[in-house]
């Protein structure tokens, strides 16, 4: 015969078997302790030939992550001075290409006068042929 349950009462405190994931436990009662206490023991307990050769496993996996972490870095530090490199490349070359910009525009506008002095040289030169044969002839 079950006993009489009230609906404010909590039902695990009625049952005989309690259910693993109802039961009430305290910082005693944590896992973490014990597994803890274990891989201690292990250790403590282990030969010392064993705790070697783990200790070297750790050092080998804390070099090699060092390591790579080293080449990370490394490689980030390479990347970040190619790009302030490019563009300070970049920079210069726009830099340059005002300049000969400037240059190109001034030389064409030299062109241009040259092309005017020109036209103004050959009008004198024929002037200068018509009064030498209005002079030859009188």
Same mark, same amino acid.
């Given at each position: ?12 405190? @009625? ?90 525009? @001034? ?12 036209? @103004? ?18």
């Amino acid at each position: 015969m079950r006993p009489f349950l009230s609906p404010l009462t909590p039902r695990w405190r @009625h049952t005989d078997s309690l259910p693993s994931v109802l039961t009430p436990f305290g910082p005693s009662d944590s896992p973490l302790p014990k597994l803890r206490r274990s891989l201690v023991e292990v250790m403590a307990t282990g030969t010392p030939d064993s705790q070697a050769r783990f200790g070297q496993s750790v050092k080998g996996l804390l070099t090699e992550k060092v390591n790579t972490c080293g080449t990370d870095v490394i490689a980030l530090t390479k990347q970040v001075l190619k790009g302030s490199r490019s563009s300070e490349l970049l920079g210069q070359a726009a830099r340059n290409m005002v300049l000969q910009e400037d240059a190109i525009l @001034h030389s064409e506008d030299s062109l241009r006068k040259m092309a005017i002095i020109t036209t @103004h040289l050959q009008y004198q030169q024929e002037a200068i042929q018509k009064n030498l044969l209005t002079y030859r002839t009188s």
